[in-house]
C-alpha cells in the first residue's frame, strides 16, 4: 500500500506535466513540417490528380451530376454507347483542365510559402500572391463545375431523376 502511494505521488507530476504540454498544442501543432504549409500531402495528391474535392458541390447537390459519377454508375442509368464515349471523353478532358488547373494552385502555394519562409513576403507581395492564388482556385472551381453543366445536359430527365436517386439525393 506505501509503495503504490509512492507511486500514485511520484507520477501526478508526471500526467500534470504530460497534461500541460497536450493542453498547451495547438491545432496546427505539426503542420510547420509540410512542404507547402497551407496544403496537406492529400489535397497536394488531389490538385496533382485532378480530383474534385467537393469543389463542384453546388452543381452536383442542385441536379448537374459529373462525368465520373455519371461513368461509375453507366449501367444503372443505362447510358448509350453514345453516351458512355461523351462522358469518358468529358472525363479526360475535365482531369486534364483540372490538373493542370490544381498544378497552378500548388504553384501559387509554393511560392507564398517560399516567400513567407526566407522572411522575404512585403505587402505588395502578399496582395498579388493572394489574388494569385484566388484567382488559381476560382479557375480550378470553374473547371469542375462547366463539365457538371455540360454532364446534365447530355442525360434524359429520366436519367437525371435516376442518378439523383441512386446518389441519395431524392
Given at each position: 500500500l506505501a509503495i503504490?502511494?509512492?507511486?500514485?505521488?511520484?507520477?501526478?507530476?508526471a500526467i500534470a506535466q504530460h497534461h500541460k504540454q497536450h493542453h498547451?498544442?495547438?491545432?496546427?501543432?505539426?503542420?510547420?513540417?509540410?512542404t507547402i504549409k497551407a496544403l496537406s500531402d492529400e489535397q497536394v495528391a488531389d490538385?496533382?490528380?485532378?480530383?474534385g474535392m467537393g469543389l463542384a458541390l453546388a452543381a452536383e447537390l442542385n441536379g448537374y451530376?459529373?462525368?465520373?459519377?455519371?461513368?461509375e454508375l453507366k449501367d444503372q442509368l443505362q447510358l448509350?454507347?453514345?453516351?458512355?464515349?461523351?462522358?469518358?471523353h468529358l472525363y479526360d478532358s475535365m482531369k486534364a483542365?483540372?490538373?493542370?488547373?490544381g498544378?497552378?494552385?500548388?504553384?501559387?502555394?509554393?511560392?507564398?510559402?517560399?516567400?513567407?519562409?526566407?522572411?522575404a513576403m512585403t505587402p505588395e507581395a502578399l496582395a498579388a500572391l493572394t489574388a494569385q492564388i484566388g484567382d488559381a482556385q476560382a479557375k480550378l472551381r470553374a473547371v469542375h463545375l462547366k463539365y457538371h453543366l455540360t454532364?446534365?445536359?447530355?442525360?434524359?430527365?429520366?436519367?437525371?431523376?435516376?442518378?439523383?436517386?441512386l446518389r441519395g439525393y431524392r
Open positions: 503504490a502511494a509512492l507511486l500514485a505521488l511520484l507520477a501526478g507530476p498547451n498544442q495547438t491545432p496546427y501543432a505539426g503542420l510547420h513540417q509540410r490538385l496533382k490528380t485532378g480530383r451530376p459529373g462525368p465520373l459519377h455519371v461513368l448509350t454507347a453514345e453516351q458512355r464515349q461523351r462522358f469518358q483542365e483540372a490538373i493542370a488547373a498544378e497552378t494552385v500548388i504553384a501559387s502555394e509554393q511560392l507564398l510559402d517560399q516567400q513567407f519562409a526566407q522572411r454532364t446534365a445536359e447530355l442525360l434524359t430527365a429520366g436519367q437525371r431523376q435516376r442518378y439523383a436517386e
